[in-house]
């Protein structure tokens, strides 16, 4: 599967962002969708994951009650849904798939930047 996440961009604090994971490939639904996350000098983090119906979820603790992933099988995107954003925040996004199991992430598409300034 290919995947390719988009619409980062420059937000001020308290805002709220949408970003798409649009994925090709081999059909969507039998994949596991994550989201991660990486700041300039920090070591990538982990951010969400939903399951292949869309009816299972969970959070980081930084972001629980301000982000939540959505999926909608029949466009093969899953979104990540920001709000209350805070400066740290800030980093590139990407979204990941795994075929087998949460927490183990076999595809990777390139990640889009989130600023938020303060």
């Known amino acids: 599967v290919q995947l390719q996440a988009s619409g980062g961009g420059l937000v001020q604090a308290g805002g709220s962002l949408r970003l798409p994971c649009a994925a090709s490939g081999r059909t969507f639904s039998s994949y596991i969708m994550a989201w991660f996350r990486q700041a300039p000098g920090k070591v990538r983090e982990f951010v969400g994951e939903?399951?292949?119906?869309?009816?299972?979820?969970s959070y980081a603790d930084s972001v629980k009650g301000r982000f939540t992933i959505s999926r909608d099988n029949a466009k093969s995107t899953v979104y990540l849904h920001m709000n209350s954003l805070k400066p740290e925040d800030t980093a590139v996004y990407c979204c990941a798939a795994s075929s087998v199991a949460y927490g183990r992430y076999e595809y990777w598409g390139p990640g889009t930047q989130v600023t938020v300034s303060s």
């Open positions: 939903i399951g292949r119906s869309g009816g299972s979820t």
